[in-house]
């Protein structure tokens, strides 16, 4: 780190290498923060992202921690539920019920699912909290209120304050 960063005639003589943990508004408390913000660092794509993108797929990368804005996440919920209740603890099973279990979800459900993501992503692009942004995919899912893609104003504001 420290060459490269010289090499970009940044002065580095007397930094470390990196900190234990870096102040969060620090920019040049060590060579790893330095670097870390070079923009040709910044803008690397990571091997996974270049190898799918160089087989012409995209990818497209969802907020770590939120499996509600996934819905192949539900999908596998069900294949796991499927594959539990038929199992009998031997591979030769698995691999004949790994079919099944992928055929036991239907399309109609699938997109139910999709449905239910669009509503959390509503919801919190509207500005919701994770538990108001609940309460509002419930209250569509038990179609107390029906709106498409927009959040009744009377919920809105019960989550302004
Ligand atoms: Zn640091």
């Known amino acids: 780190m420290r060459v490269v960063l010289?090499?970009?005639?940044?002065?580095?003589?007397?930094l470390r290498g990196k900190c234990k943990k870096c102040k969060p508004d620090s920019f040049d408390c060590c060579c790893k923060r330095i670097i870390?913000?070079?923009?040709?660092?910044?803008?690397q794509r990571s091997?996974?992202?270049?190898?799918?993108?160089?087989a012409g797929h995209l990818c497209i990368f969802l907020?770590?921690?939120h499996c509600e804005l996934n819905f192949i996440e539900y999908f596998w919920g069900v294949v796991k539920k499927y594959l539990c209740e038929?199992?009998?603890y031997t591979f030769e099973t698995l691999k004949k019920n790994m079919p099944e279990a992928?055929?036991?979800v239907n399309m109609q459900t699938i997109?139910?699912?999709?449905?239910?993501?669009?509503?959390w992503m509503d919801a919190y692009r509207n500005g919701m909290e994770t538990r108001a942004a609940q309460i509002h995919v419930r209250n569509y899912s038990s179609k107390k209120y029906k709106s498409h893609r927009r959040i009744?104003?009377?919920v809105a504001r019960a989550f302004d304050q």
């Open 47 to 54: 091997l996974v992202q270049e190898v799918i993108e160089a």
């Open 86 to 88: 038929h199992c009998d």
């Open 6 to 14: 010289l090499e970009r005639g940044l002065p580095v003589q007397r």
């Open 63 to 65: 907020l770590k921690f």
């Open 152 to 154: 009744p104003e009377q």
């Open 102 to 104: 992928l055929d036991s």
């Open 36 to 43: 870390e913000q070079q923009a040709d660092f910044k803008e």
């Open 111 to 119: 997109r139910c699912w999709e449905h239910r993501m669009q509503r």
